[in-house]
C-alpha cells in the first residue's frame, strides 16, 4: 500500500460513501431515490421555485437527521488525525453537505457542493448558520424579510463552489485521494482524471469501483471505516 506520508502535496475528495457508516445515506446506492425522492423533485432551484415547501421539508428532515443521528466515524477522524500531524499541503474537498469532517476536526474543508448547516439569503447571497427547520415563514438575519432565504445547497444545475481555488490545489498536488464517491456527478468526477494530466498519482478509496476507476493508479475497495481508516494509519 503507498503511503500518503511519502507525499508532499494532498488533495483528498469526499463523497457521500465516507459518511454511510454514520447512517446518512448515499445517493446513488437505492435505485436512483433519494429518501424516496427523485433528485428533480428536491434538488434542483425549479422544484425550489415550483414546490418550495417540499424542497424544504426535505432538507428540513436532513437537517434533523444529521444533528440528532450522525456522527463522525472512524473514516472521518482518521483523515483528520492524519491532517493534523501531517506537514505538507493539504486540502480537504468534500461534495458532502454534513458537517462530518468538521466534527472529527478536519480544518478548511471546503464543501464545494454547499452545507446543510448554514442558509443564504436570496436577495444578497449573504450566508449564515441556520441549525433549525426553514419554511416560507423563516426570518432572514440577513434582509429581515420573511421567507427569502433557501439552504446553501448547490443543486443541480448550479456552480460549484471554490472551483478556482479547488483546480489550483489539483493542479500542484502530488497525491489525489477519492473517497466514497461514484464518479457521475461532474466536475469532481473529474478530479482524478485532471490529477492524472498533471502528473500527481491518484488512489480510489471505495466500496467498489467507481464510474471513473480508470483514472485512479491505486484503488482499494472495502467500506470506508477500514480502508480509509488502514490508508491514513500513521
Ligand atoms: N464506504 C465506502 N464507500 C461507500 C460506502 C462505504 N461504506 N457506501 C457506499 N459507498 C460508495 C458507493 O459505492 C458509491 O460509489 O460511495 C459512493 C456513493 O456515491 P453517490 O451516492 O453517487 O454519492 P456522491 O458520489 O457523493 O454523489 C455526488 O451527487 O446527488 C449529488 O450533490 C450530490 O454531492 C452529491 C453528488
Redo the contacts with the bound molecule.
Sequence with gaps: MIRPSDFSSIVVLT????S??SGLK????NDGL?EGHR?EEV?TPEAFINNPSLVQQFYNTRRQQLQNEAAPNTAHKALAHFQQQYSGSFTLIT???DNLHEQAGSQNTQHM?GELLKGRCLSTDEIFPWYEDMNEQSLCPCCKSRGNIRPHI?W?GEMPLYMKDIEEQILKCDLLIA???????YP?AGFAQLAQAAEACTVE????A?AVHSDFNHAYY????K?VTEFFRT
Design positions: 463523497g457521500a460513501g465516507i454511510a457508516e448515499t445517493f446513488r446506492d433519494w433528485v434538488a461534495q458532502n453537505v457542493h448547490v443541480f473517497i466514497g464517491t461514484s464518479g457521475v456527478v469532481a478509496l471505495n466500496l467498489e467507481s472495502g467500506p470506508a471505516t480502508v
